[in-house]
């Protein structure tokens, strides 16, 4: 009885969100005309071009996914005419203003497969019920997602972005400053020790509003022996807005970084089940899960006498799998038996997920000799 009154219950609300949506779409939606001609994310042509129209002014106060307003406002198959616009985004960056302007600049729209996929390179300005939506030459500001976006003074830092896969390198790391006052993006062209192509990290602006401070996040990588792809960012950077020079604290010693091979078609779960009752006794790992986490995360003591801690999580993303260990690993081996760690780890996936025998490969990354660089110059 109770799962037929929460089914119902369910569907009332769905059916009032759909009343919802219609009524929003007779009052505000724009009509056929304006949304196929609006239909299609587009980049601008200016630096900004001003592309505020209904239909997408109308898809960002309602935040449909592009499926969901294709089929409201009877698009064509998405299969064939491309994605909608959308406003559903992950990895966009948000910056409210001084003046309470909020400021969203990007994002990625569905996964790579989904026929909606789409990152956008825009910027959109809300102020109350006001929609300015600018658009930029992907020359001047390319399809960006999973940047940082920090105000200093009259201008927004955009540091860093994921992007489409293809496009994907070691490429220097990506500064964008925006000018709030015109809205115009330009390039900023920075020298020194920078984190390569960043994306997912943290930044944080000096007391003095002088430095930025990036941390986390995770870096596209050439490998040893494996496919291209990010690795966790360990180290520390330091961005001088005044010079436009970076500035590294390494802490590569203090990570390592393994992928799951063995798994074939298999894929973890996004959320992992493993609870710490399934944890066998005399596993390395018994009693360290740590619990809530999206990831699977264990914090491991690395000294009996100090309070110092490694930090084991895999990141179940689908397929492969990654796992990374971050701490102070010197000190850990030194009272413990690291291959055996990671062989406990391991056999719980095995167990858990039913899949294996499972192996860790280490994700080292490909570094050029200075030979490499001095013949790769002359080749020039």
Same mark, same amino acid.
């Given at each position: 009885?109770?799962?037929?009154?929460?089914? =119902?219950? @369910?569907?009332?609300?769905?059916?009032?969100?759909?009343?919802?949506?219609?009524?929003?779409?007779?009052?505000?939606?724009?009509?056929?005309?304006?949304?196929?001609?609006?239909?299609?994310?587009?980049?601008?042509?200016?630096?900004?071009?001003?592309?505020?129209?209904?239909?997408?002014?109308?898809?960002?106060?309602?935040?449909?996914? @592009? =499926?969901? /307003?294709?089929?409201?406002?009877?698009?064509?198959?998405? &299969?064939?005419?491309?994605? $909608?616009?959308?406003?559903?985004?992950?990895?966009?960056?948000?910056?409210?203003?001084?003046?309470?302007?909020?400021?969203?600049?990007?994002?990625?729209?569905?996964?790579?497969?989904?026929?909606?996929?789409?990152?956008?390179?825009?910027?959109?300005?809300?102020?109350?019920?006001?929609?300015?939506?600018?658009?930029?030459?992907?020359?001047?500001?390319?399809?960006?997602?999973?940047?940082?976006?920090?105000?200093?003074?009259?201008?927004? =830092?955009?540091?860093?972005?994921?992007?489409?896969?293809?496009?994907?390198?070691?490429?220097?790391?990506?500064?964008?400053?925006?000018?709030? *006052?015109?809205?115009?993006?330009? +390039?900023?062209?920075?020298?020194?020790?920078?984190?390569?192509?960043?994306?997912?990290? $943290?930044?944080?602006?000096?007391?003095?509003?002088?430095?930025?401070?990036?941390?986390?996040?995770? $870096?596209?990588?050439?490998? +040893?022996?494996?496919?291209?792809?990010?690795?966790?960012?360990?180290?520390?950077?330091?961005?001088?807005?005044?010079?436009?020079?970076?500035?590294? &604290?390494?802490?590569?010693?203090?990570?390592?970084?393994?992928?799951?091979?063995?798994?074939?078609? @298999?894929?973890? @779960?996004?959320?992992?089940?493993?609870?710490?009752?399934?944890?066998?006794? *005399?596993?390395?790992?018994?009693?360290?899960?740590?619990?809530?986490?999206?990831?699977?995360?264990?914090?491991?003591?690395? *000294?009996?006498?100090?309070?110092?801690?490694?930090?084991?999580?895999?990141?179940?993303?689908?397929?492969?799998?990654?796992?990374?260990?971050?701490?102070?690993?010197?000190?850990?081996?030194?009272?413990?038996?690291?291959?055996?760690?990671?062989?406990?780890?391991?056999?719980?996936?095995?167990?858990?997920?039913?899949?294996?025998?499972?192996?860790?490969?280490?994700?080292?990354?490909?570094?050029?000799?200075?030979?490499?660089?001095? /013949?790769?110059? *002359?080749?020039?």
């Amino acid at each position: 009885m109770a799962e037929r009154s929460n089914e =119902w219950a @369910s569907n009332l609300r769905k059916q009032n969100w759909d009343d919802e949506r219609l009524q929003l779409l007779s009052k505000e939606g724009p009509d056929h005309q304006t949304f196929m001609k609006w239909r299609s994310p587009r980049s601008g042509i200016s630096n900004p071009e001003n592309l505020t129209n209904q239909f997408w002014a109308y898809a960002i106060r309602y935040g449909g996914s @592009s =499926w969901q /307003l294709n089929q409201d406002l009877g698009g064509p198959d998405e &299969f064939e005419a491309g994605p $909608c616009f959308s406003f559903r985004r992950y990895g966009q960056a948000k910056v409210i203003l001084d003046d309470g302007r909020r400021v969203l600049i990007g994002g990625a729209h569905e996964d790579f497969y989904d026929p909606g996929f789409w990152i956008y390179n825009d910027v959109v300005v809300i102020e109350g019920d006001q929609v300015t939506i600018y658009g930029y030459p992907v020359n001047i500001f390319p399809p960006t997602d999973y940047a940082s976006a920090t105000l200093v003074g009259n201008e927004i =830092w955009i540091i860093g972005h994921l992007g489409y896969r293809e496009h994907r390198s070691e490429a220097p790391t990506n500064v964008f400053i925006l000018n709030t *006052d015109d809205w115009s993006i330009r +390039v900023a062209e920075c020298d020194g020790d920078d984190p390569g192509s960043i994306w997912g990290h $943290c930044a944080e602006l000096s007391s003095n509003g002088k430095q930025l401070l990036i941390s986390s996040g995770e $870096c596209h990588r050439k490998l +040893v022996g494996l496919p291209d792809q990010s690795l966790i960012n360990p180290s520390l950077y330091v961005l001088n807005l005044e010079n436009f020079s970076w500035f590294m &604290f390494s802490r590569e010693s203090k990570c390592r970084q393994w992928q799951v091979s063995g798994i074939g078609e @298999s894929a973890l @779960s996004r959320s992992f089940d493993l609870t710490p009752e399934s944890v066998p006794n *005399d596993n390395m790992l018994k009693n360290l899960l740590v619990p809530g986490q999206r990831d699977l995360d264990f914090r491991i003591a690395c *000294d009996p006498g100090e309070d110092h801690f490694l930090t084991l999580t895999v990141q179940g993303l689908g397929h492969p799998v990654r796992v990374s260990l971050q701490g102070e690993i010197e000190s850990f081996v030194k009272f413990y038996d690291l291959d055996q760690l990671l062989k406990d780890l391991l056999e719980l996936m095995e167990l858990n997920y039913g899949i294996g025998p499972l192996k860790l490969e280490p994700m080292e990354r490909e570094r050029e000799s200075l030979l490499d660089n001095i /013949l790769n110059f *002359d080749s020039h």
